[in-house]
């Protein structure tokens, strides 16, 4: 199993240009997450699925979109990448609703200049 | 909203020693689950011990413990015979049994030789 992977690991923006990133578990898991982390910050919420088709908003959901087709994929798309928008941005999965674990990816560092 | 603090920006101990890692939280639910996460230079977010609320005893992880205070909303992560490869952030997170994971701002933890 490759867990969770996310692509690129590392991207620059120009402000204005938009662009989609890539999230895929193995795990068969129907939830899976969103989080952007901010410099010396904790995880925020961007968008959250609890199974294939289904997509609901966390806590800072703005200037983001996402879909989820498949049970294995949940990509996250910036439209018109602002400076705000620079961070890094993690993926996860779990099993079920209360399960006691998130799984997360490695993440990708996003910077918008 | 529920919200999760961690005083502490940055601790340092020295290897084989015993740190403890201090996490407060806001809640009015009754029913959540508490975790800490690892941060290390790679970026991948490691759970690394969990703490359900209903539960008396404090939870224990090989050298991980917390010290799990309901009435006073304080639970601390005590980490025992320190490594260095324990060095990294460490984020309180706080879970209710219908809501998303909220975390702390994260503590960096140094181990020094």
């Known amino acids: 199993n490759a867990g969770v992977t996310q692509t690129p690991k590392f991207r620059i923006l120009k402000i204005g240009q938009s662009m989609t990133l890539q999230c895929t578990q193995d795990?068969?898991?129907?939830?899976m997450y969103w989080y952007r982390q901010d410099p010396g910050m904790g995880l925020k919420l961007i968008y959250y699925?609890?199974?294939?088709?289904?997509?609901d908003k966390g806590e800072v959901p703005n200037g983001y979109n996402v879909s989820r087709s498949t049970t294995e994929d949940f990509p996250l798309r910036l439209e018109l990448a602002a400076p705000s928008q620079t961070s890094v941005y993690f993926c996860?999965?779990?099993?079920?609703?209360?399960?006691?674990?998130?799984?997360f990816g490695p993440g990708t560092r996003l910077t918008v200049t | 909203a529920q919200t999760v603090t961690q005083s502490q920006p940055e601790m340092s101990v020295q290897e084989a020693e015993t740190v403890t890692l201090s996490c407060t939280y806001d809640?009015?639910?009754?029913?959540?689950?508490l975790f800490w996460y690892k941060q290390p230079p790679s970026r991948q977010m490691i759970l690394v011990i969990r703490?359900?609320?209903?539960?008396?005893q404090n939870a224990t992880e090989n050298r991980f413990s917390v010290n799990f205070q309901k009435a006073a909303k304080s639970f601390s992560l005590k980490i025992s015979d320190s490594q260095l490869g324990d060095a990294a952030m460490y984020f309180c997170?706080?879970?209710?049994?219908?809501?998303?994971?909220?975390f702390g701002k994260g503590m960096k933890l140094t181990v020094n030789p």
């Open positions: 703490q359900e609320a209903y539960k008396q």
């Open positions: 996860a999965s779990s099993p079920q609703r209360n399960s006691y674990e998130q799984y």
């Open positions: 997170a706080y879970r209710s049994a219908t809501e998303k994971l909220v």
């Open positions: 795990m068969n898991h129907n939830y």
């Open positions: 699925s609890v199974g294939a088709g289904i997509t």
């Open positions: 809640t009015s639910e009754s029913d959540y689950y």
